[in-house]
């Protein structure tokens, strides 16, 4: 038997959300897929996959811009690969709002939190942090557990395996292939310029080199090889977007998958069924009571439960229990000064 969880009426807020979605056409969606996959391709071979001008692209990206469905340009960071490890918690609020408040006020503050993300369901705050230490967690768990003891209604804690990224083939259907991160740590050496040129990418994963160098008063050559390092040692996995999805009609979706036992045949096929589908984001892989999360893009829930049936009918036998969180904020290094840009 297969048990699920979730809580909140969500069939409303979908319904209007789809209503109130943003337009777009075949040539918008092929341009987000794009950049979404790689935001620093060159726009003439933009124009060439879109078979329109450059002219034409450039227009398109700057009213995408300008409409606040593309919320900006960045460059994810791999902090496994500079020695950091990683460390997830979720919790369950209470329902005071101005602690609620306090609270999130104070973890987008600290530079280790690399992901928090708020939702309705399972949890109502997730969040991931990179720390150099089970020492450091531990502190950092305690402390923030002490300030909000009557906030804080329950708790659980994982760390991360591996993070498998699917391309937004939501937007653009087509076959595609998993992007992993996080899965070989490693201790690599930067070099102050590397840090800067890392920093300048982070808030602008399309700026132009030459202005980079011009910026940081080096040469052209010297960022150039330092970003090339940077990709090689996949200390920079991807140069990507922020997508408004909301604004497109779409909502995001945390499925929590318990096994009985997570064979490595069950492992293997769960991937290949989910690289299959067009509205999986990220598959996870963590030490946590749960074995995997499943993250999906859908247009309401009725799509999204039809997802997770066919999961759970093709796993009947492995999957033990099934929880969902609909998120309703995501932030990726809130604090917007990561700590691999700290010194020493």
């Known amino acids: 038997m297969i048990f699920y969880a979730f809580h909140g009426n969500i069939y409303k807020e979908s319904q209007f959300m789809c209503n109130m979605a943003y337009k777009l056409d075949k040539i918008d969606r092929r341009i987000l897929f794009e950049l979404d996959k790689?935001?620093?391709?060159?726009?003439?071979?933009?124009?060439?996959?879109?078979?329109?001008?450059?002219?034409?692209?450039?227009?398109?990206?700057?009213?995408?811009?300008?409409?606040?469905?593309?919320?900006?340009?960045?460059t994810w960071?791999?902090?496994?690969?500079?020695?950091?490890?990683?460390?997830?918690?979720?919790?369950?609020?209470?329902?005071?709002?101005?602690?609620?408040?306090?609270?999130?006020?104070?973890?987008?503050?600290?530079?280790?939190?690399?992901?928090?993300?708020?939702?309705?369901?399972?949890?109502?705050?997730?969040?991931?942090?990179?720390?150099?230490?089970?020492?450091?967690?531990?502190?950092?768990?305690?402390?923030l557990f002490s300030e909000f003891k009557d906030l804080i209604l329950d708790s659980k804690t994982g760390s991360l395996v591996s993070v498998h990224v699917h391309d937004k083939t939501f937007l653009y259907e087509t076959q595609t292939e998993w992007l992993t991160m996080f899965k070989h740590p490693e201790q690599v050496e930067l070099d102050p310029l590397s840090k800067?040129?890392?920093?300048?990418?982070?808030?602008?994963?399309?700026?132009?080199?030459?202005?980079?160098?011009?910026?940081?008063?080096?040469?052209?050559?010297?960022?150039?090889?330092?970003?090339?390092?940077?990709?090689?040692?996949?200390?920079?996995?991807?140069?990507?977007?922020?997508?408004?999805?909301?604004?497109?009609?779409?909502?995001?979706?945390?499925?929590?998958?318990y096994f009985h036992n997570l064979s490595d045949n069950d492992?293997?096929?769960?991937?290949?069924?989910?690289?299959?589908?067009?509205?999986?984001?990220?598959?996870?892989k963590q030490i946590s009571p749960w074995d995997i999360e499943l993250e999906t893009m859908c247009s309401s829930y009725e799509e999204y439960n039809e997802i997770i049936g066919e999961i759970t009918q093709q796993f009947s036998g492995s999957i033990q229990k099934v929880e969902t969180a609909i998120m309703g904020e995501d932030y990726v290094f809130p604090s917007k000064k990561p700590v691999v840009f700290s010194e020493g």
């Open 38 to 74: 790689n935001c620093r391709i060159a726009d003439t071979v933009l124009a060439k996959k879109v078979r329109r001008s450059k002219e034409s692209v450039r227009y398109r990206i700057k009213k995408l811009v300008d409409d606040e469905v593309i919320l900006g340009f960045t």
């Open 77 to 143: 960071i791999d902090p496994t690969k500079l020695g950091y490890q990683t460390a997830k918690i979720y919790l369950t609020l209470a329902n005071k709002p101005e602690q609620r408040k306090r609270f999130i006020e104070k973890v987008k503050k600290d530079k280790r939190l690399f992901w928090l993300g708020l939702a309705e369901g399972a949890w109502n705050a997730g969040l991931t942090y990179f720390v150099q230490s089970n020492q450091e967690f531990f502190d950092l768990k305690n402390e």
């Open 196 to 257: 800067q040129i890392l920093k300048v990418l982070f808030k602008n994963g399309r700026e132009n080199i030459a202005s980079i160098a011009h910026d940081l008063n080096t040469s052209v050559d010297k960022v150039r090889l330092r970003m090339r390092r940077m990709e090689q040692k996949e200390i920079i996995p991807k140069y990507t977007i922020a997508l408004n999805y909301q604004k497109l009609g779409y909502e995001f979706y945390k499925t929590f998958l």
């Open 267 to 284: 492992l293997e096929d769960l991937m290949a069924h989910t690289r299959d589908n067009h509205h999986t984001v990220h598959l996870v």
